[in-house]
């Protein structure tokens, strides 16, 4: 299983960007999924997780009231609405099926290697 991730570029302190996560070889809906980033220097960390039929979101603190995970059943894919964006929010982001969203979903990371990510960079 695998996913393409896009929609990132370099945006301004308090703009917006919209990211994608593309399923290939399978339906997203199918799966919980998580977005995870990675800053420079930094060790890879959950953002927001989404269950299989979208009932079930989780976000992590830094992100809660400004990130929005969506499910888009009709595209295939998983999106992140990111809004109110911050230099913190710097990084590679990624997304992957987990096992579940809930208590401690960012361990619960299906095997396989990662796709390729999308940078956001967040700059004035």
């Known amino acids: 299983f695998q996913f393409v991730e896009s929609g990132g570029g370099l945006v301004q302190p308090g703009g917006s960007l919209r990211l994608s996560c593309t399923a290939s070889?399978?339906?997203?809906?199918?799966?919980?999924v998580g977005w995870f980033r990675q800053a420079p220097g930094k060790e890879r960390e959950g953002v927001s997780c989404?269950?299989?039929?979208?009932?079930?979101?989780e976000y992590a603190e830094s992100v809660k009231g400004r990130f929005t995970v969506s499910k888009d059943s009709a595209n295939n894919t998983v999106n992140l609405q990111m809004s109110s964006l911050k230099l913190d929010d710097t990084g590679i982001y990624y997304c992957?099926?987990?096992?579940?969203?809930?208590?401690?979903?960012?361990?619960?990371?299906?095997?396989?290697?990662w796709g390729q990510g999308t940078q956001v960079t967040v700059s004035s």
């Open positions: 070889g399978f339906r997203s809906d199918w799966y919980a």
């Open positions: 989404i269950s299989s039929r979208g009932g079930v979101l």
């Open positions: 992957k099926t987990v096992a579940r969203c809930g208590m401690r979903w960012t361990e619960m990371v299906d095997p396989g290697p």
